[in-house]
Structures are given as structure tokens and as C-alpha cells.
């Protein structure tokens, strides 16, 4: 379980770290601090709950380095919004961003079965995916309740980001797809049954949920999302984002559990 979430919440803080670097600053100081307090603490929780590397490898150190370099500039960068450093600022933000990202390449290589190969790409590229898809969703989220706070805000800026998240959840369809295909010429259970055998097995059913709630779900609501935003209903589009990243939490959450479970990057 400590796995899992700390995937999960590490997954979720990188990503709104990514998803700021596109914000434009006219969503305002409050904005950027809520986001980056609310990253740091996520990662900081992820930290508490890491797990031991599954293989004492290089790359669970670099991993765990990385992520605590990510912290550390997003929590300056947090601490300094407003207040001082402004020229220093958006290079705090890009390192946090680059050593979370850093952090993700690592943590795949170290929790893949080999360190080369199909396998350590695939989970690259699944952790890469994931950790945009969660950002995307969680700061368009916030960024469409922040017109409470700043009605006069340009909806071009909630636009902007849900234009991010439907390209994600492309990012992260395309990505999941091409895990399935390699892991029904590929993979193989300890019985010796394939995947297919797998997906069709009373324990596939969090195959099924992860793909209805994780993929099917949030590519309808970010869908209506854009529809509810282009006519500038931004209240609408906030209630579906709420609906839309809780749909990605609960896909990314059993993501991590069939990582763990099954072996497959999903």
C-alpha cells in the first residue's frame, strides 16, 4: 500500500509542478502559491510513504535524490512567491519540474523488471504519461474555481489548460494502449497464462475499471469540459473537472496496484 501511494502522490505532485510551467501569471500570486504548496505537500507525503527500491539499484537513489531536489525548489519557490526572489523564481520552478521528471525516469527504471529494454520504456513512459495526465486535471480543476476568486480572470486560460489535459489523456490512452498490445505477446503469469487469459479472469476486472474510470471516463468529461468552456461556463466546467479528476485519481491509484501486482505499466 505504502508503494502505491507513494507512486501515486509523487505522480500527482511532479505533475502540477508541469502543469504551472503553462499557467499564465495573469491567474494571479495566490494561484501559484496554492498550487505549489499543495505540490510540495504531496511530495513531501510521497516521501514519507517510500517504500524500500524494489533492487538496490542506482537509479532508486537517484530517484529518491531527485525527488527531494524537486521539493526543496518547489518549497523556496512556494515560500519566496510574493515576498522575494522574483528573477530567481521561474528557475526554481523549472528545477523543481526537471528534477520531478528526473525523479519519474528514475523511479521507472528502478521499479521495471530489467533496466533496458521495452520494459523500462514502457514504465517510463507510463509514469511520464500518468504524472501529466493527474497534473492537468488537478490544476485545471483548481484553475476553474479560481474564477471565484478572479471573476475578471481571461477564460482563455481555462482553456488553455483543458486543451493540456485533453491532450494528456491522448498522451496517456496512446501510452496504456501500447502496454496492453506488448503485454499480450509478452507477458505471462506464474501459471504460465497469458495476458489475454488475464484480462478475461475474474482479478481483470481492475483491468476494466482502470480503463472505464481512468481512460473512457475522463476522455468524455474533458470532452464536455472544452464544449462547457468554448460557450465560457466556467462554473460548468469546474463542477465536470471535479467529476474528472476524481475519475483519474481512482484510474491512476489501480494503474499503480496492477504495476505492482501484475508487473504491467498500465
Known amino acids: 500500500m505504502s508503494a502505491v501511494l507513494f507512486l501515486f502522490l509523487s505522480h500527482l505532485g511532479v505533475g502540477i509542478v508541469a502543469s504551472l510551467l503553462l499557467v499564465a501569471k495573469t491567474a494571479g500570486v495566490k494561484f501559484f502559491r496554492f498550487n505549489a504548496g499543495l505540490g510540495a505537500v504531496l511530495l513531501l507525503i510521497a516521501l514519507a510513504f517510500r517504500p524500500d527500491p524494489p533492487a538496490p539499484t542506482a537509479a532508486a537513489g537517484i530517484g529518491f ?3 527531494v531536489a524537486s521539493s526543496a525548489a518547489l518549497l523556496i519557490y512556494w515560500a519566496t512567491i510574493g515576498r522575494a526572489l522574483a528573477s530567481l523564481r521561474p528557475v526554481l520552478l523549472w528545477t523543481s519540474a526537471v528534477a520531478g521528471v528526473a525523479a519519474l525516469v528514475a523511479q521507472a527504471l528502478s521499479w521495471s523488471a530489467v ?3 521495452p520494459a523500462a520504456a514502457l514504465t517510463t513512459a507510463s509514469f511520464v504519461s500518468s504524472a501529466a495526465l493527474l497534473g492537468s486535471s488537478c490544476t485545471a ?3 476553474g474555481h479560481w474564477y471565484l476568486v478572479l471573476p475578471s480572470m481571461d477564460v482563455a486560460l481555462l482553456q488553455s489548460m483543458v486543451k493540456l489535459h485533453i491532450g494528456s489523456t491522448v ?3 496512446a501510452v496504456v494502449a501500447t502496454v496492453v498490445w506488448v503485454a499480450l505477446a509478452t507477458w505471462e503469469a506464474p501459471s504460465g497464462a497469458g495476458f489475454d ?7 481483470g476486472i481492475f483491468l476494466w475499471q482502470r480503463v472505464l474510470f481512468g481512460l473512457a471516463g475522463p476522455a468524455v468529461l474533458a470532452w464536455l469540459t472544452w464544449e462547457t468552456a ?3 461556463s466556467t462554473q ?4 465536470i473537472l471535479y467529476v474528472d479528476f476524481f475519475t ?5 491509484v489501480l494503474a499503480k496496484y496492477l504495476l505492482l501486482s501484475q508487473r504491467v505499466p498500465l
Not at 487469459?197 to 482479478?203: A, C, G, K, N, P
Not at 483519474?248 to 491512476?252: A, F, K, N, P, S
Open 236 to 239: 460548468s466546467a469546474t463542477g
Open 248 to 252: 483519474v485519481i481512482v484510474g491512476e
Open 115 to 117: 533496466e533496458m529494454g
Open 171 to 173: 498522451l496517456r490512452i
Open 141 to 143: 480543476m483548481i484553475l
Open 65 to 67: 535524490g531527485a525527488l
Open 197 to 203: 487469459r488475464y484480462v478475461l479472469s475474474v482479478e
Open 230 to 232: 468554448k460557450i465560457r
